[in-house]
């Protein structure tokens, strides 16, 4: 019905601007928190990998929870519980990928003069960037099976309407709706294995 259809377009709405927001903030807090990049390994470094691991330590589900209870019911909070979880996820990887990079065209973009923006566009993108999409994507993926079940703590979407189901005692529909979770779980699953494979193969 359409009210299902509107509860599956949240799902992928909070899916979609969760791991964004978090991708787009994961990428200077890596670097911050990149051991061999940091623009300070007495300050910046330590605050940033404290960062990744608070965000990293709760799991998305309690994000969700508290985000509910200062926020109300309804989809930022499942936004934002996704977001933190993007941070801590994909922004240990991100910094991993930095730390492994080589450091010649580093050393030579600041032999130069080069400021950290150029390092960070001319050294160190083009040798992590395959990697950092890929894990976007997978990312991505593993927020969309997380997003299917935030709502039912009042994060919207398609755990929101199981909730409902449920409380209302209708079997015939927790039942479909369970089967559509997994059909789109799995779908989203073969579309970021072939997007991985796409960027590996180039």
């Known amino acids: 019905d359409k009210d299902y259809l509107r509860y599956v377009f949240e799902t992928v709405q909070?899916?979609?601007?969760?791991?964004?927001?978090?991708?787009?903030i994961s990428i200077p807090i890596a670097w911050c928190a990149s051991f061999n990049v940091t623009p300070s390994r007495r300050l910046v470094y330590p605050i940033a990998r404290f960062i990744i691991m608070a965000t990293r330590s709760i799991h998305e589900m309690i994000w969700a929870i508290l985000f509910v209870i200062i926020l109300g019911y309804g989809m930022l909070p499942g936004?934002?519980?996704l977001t933190l979880f993007t941070i801590g996820f994909a922004g240990k990887l991100f910094s991993e990928e930095v730390e492994a990079i080589k450091?010649?065209?580093v050393e030579a973009i600041r032999a130069t003069g080069g400021n950290s923006l150029q390092v960070m566009v001319?050294?160190?993108?083009?040798?992590?960037?395959?990697?950092w999409t890929g894990i976007s994507i997978y990312t991505w993926d593993s927020s969309f099976r997380a997003a299917t079940v935030l709502g039912y703590f009042g994060a919207g979407g398609?755990?929101?309407y199981l909730k409902q189901t449920i409380e209302t005692l209708e079997n015939l529909r927790v039942?479909?709706?369970?089967l559509s979770i997994i059909m789109l779980v799995t779908v989203s699953e073969l579309a970021s294995a072939w997007a991985r494979k796409k960027i590996r193969g180039k």
Do not use: R
């Open 103 to 105: 450091m010649g065209p």
């Open 79 to 81: 936004v934002l519980a």
């Open 158 to 160: 398609m755990g929101l």
């Open 175 to 178: 039942s479909a709706i369970l």
């Open 14 to 24: 909070m899916a979609y601007v969760g791991t964004l927001l978090g991708v787009v």
């Open 122 to 131: 001319y050294a160190v993108l083009p040798q992590v960037k395959v990697a």
